[in-house]
């Protein structure tokens, strides 16, 4: 399936996001089509909830706060609100796209939900937080979100805290030889 429109119309909302969310998001969108590869999912419901899932930082974090952004803010300050508004706009452009109402749903559900690791028990919620999730360990994702001074920080909350985080085989494979070349690409 063609995800062009969607692309498009999500491009603005997401580059008024955080700093480097609409390329993070190509990267989950890309790690979404590897994961589908190996495990089960419906593309039709996943490939649109990884362009979508990060969409609910549009315009919520003021552009004075957005530089130098520190590991701790992010997950403490803003995680529930951007899942709750993304679940918003994702029904608000799904529908200005004619989405089937079952897949709009699903998709929605997917966006509101990507970021609680600890409440997910179904095998597309892993799929999609396990692309979310992967799309991190890049050296890029890394130099857009977060100040040079909070990298080791960074890079500490992710060797411990990701594995965890991580449910499908093919993420679990895949984490050990991104975060290696996290280390090496980072040079701390």
Known sequence: M???????????????????????????VSL?????KTEKGNSEILMPAAYLHEIGYYKLIPKSERDNLKI????????????LRGAKL??????????????????VHLVSIHDKWDSITEHDEFMIADADNLSKLDVNHIKE?????DWHNV???????????????????????????LERDLIL
Request: glycine letters at 2%; charged letters at 45%; proline letters at 3%.
């Open 145 to 149: 979100k977060y100040s040079r001074d």
């Open 32 to 36: 979404m089509k590897l994961l589908l």
């Open 90 to 107: 994702a029904e608000q452009i799904l529908t200005e796209l004619n989405y089937p109402e079952i897949q709009k749903n699903q998709i």
């Open 72 to 83: 701790k803010e992010m997950t403490k300050k803003y995680k529930e609100e951007h899942m």
């Open 2 to 28: 063609d995800y062009s429109e969607l692309r498009e119309r999500v491009k603005p909302y997401l580059e008024e996001c955080r700093n480097g969310d609409y390329e993070h998001t190509l990267r989950v």
């Open 155 to 181: 890079l500490d909350v992710f060797k411990n805290k990701l594995p965890k985080r991580l449910r499908t085989k093919t993420a679990k494979k895949l984490f050990k030889d991104k975060l290696l070349k």
